[in-house]
């Protein structure tokens, strides 16, 4: 079973999310500019030289650091559905750091402004699917159930970690 939220659910959800978090990379970096970004003279996440830039290719073009993250994604998520379990042995299996995504995740990356996907314009991502991405962040009160994302709607969705049959998985490095 699947459950889209309306967008004023999301906005609350969003709001929530934003309001409770602790994650110390987010709360150094300012998302409208880079250049906020720690002490003076302290390097952007992705590294010196890349301030005008909000994506920077990384290992050796298969990554994407996200300079108003510091997050580094997958270019290329692999075009295949997975179980839950199949996601986060995937994940981990591309080296130290490589995780399945927390919601939160995904919307340091969404710009509302654009649909399918809703990724800010120019953006080097190439994805096999708009469709449901996994994500490790557990539904309250929800066994067995974890939060999805959708590249289609830019939406949020309940996803079941023993009942569905998979999403797609886009990794994340922190």
Request: negative net charge; contains cysteine.
């Amino acid at each position: 079973m699947r459950i889209t939220l309306s967008l004023p659910s999301l906005l609350i959800f969003i709001a929530a999310l934003l309001l409770s978090s602790t994650d110390t990379a987010q709360s150094q970096v300012n998302p409208l500019t880079v250049q906020a970004f720690g002490n003076a003279g302290q390097a952007p996440p992705c590294g010196r030289g890349t301030q005008g830039n909000r994506f920077v290719l990384m290992d050796n073009g298969t990554g994407v650091c996200d300079n108003t993250s510091g997050l580094v994604w997958e270019r290329t998520p692999v075009n295949a559905i997975r179980t839950f379990q199949q996601a986060i042995a995937y994940c981990s299996g591309k080296g130290p750091g490589w995780t399945v995504p927390g919601i939160k995740d995904f919307f340091t990356l969404a710009d509302y402004a654009n649909v399918d996907p809703p990724l800010p314009r120019g953006n080097p991502f190439v994805l096999p699917a708009n469709s449901s991405y996994w994500s490790v962040t557990p539904r309250v009160g929800e066994q067995n159930s974890v939060w999805d994302f959708s590249m289609h709607q830019g939406a949020t969705g309940e996803a079941g970690t023993l009942t569905d049959l998979g999403d797609y998985v886009w990794c994340v490095r922190y």
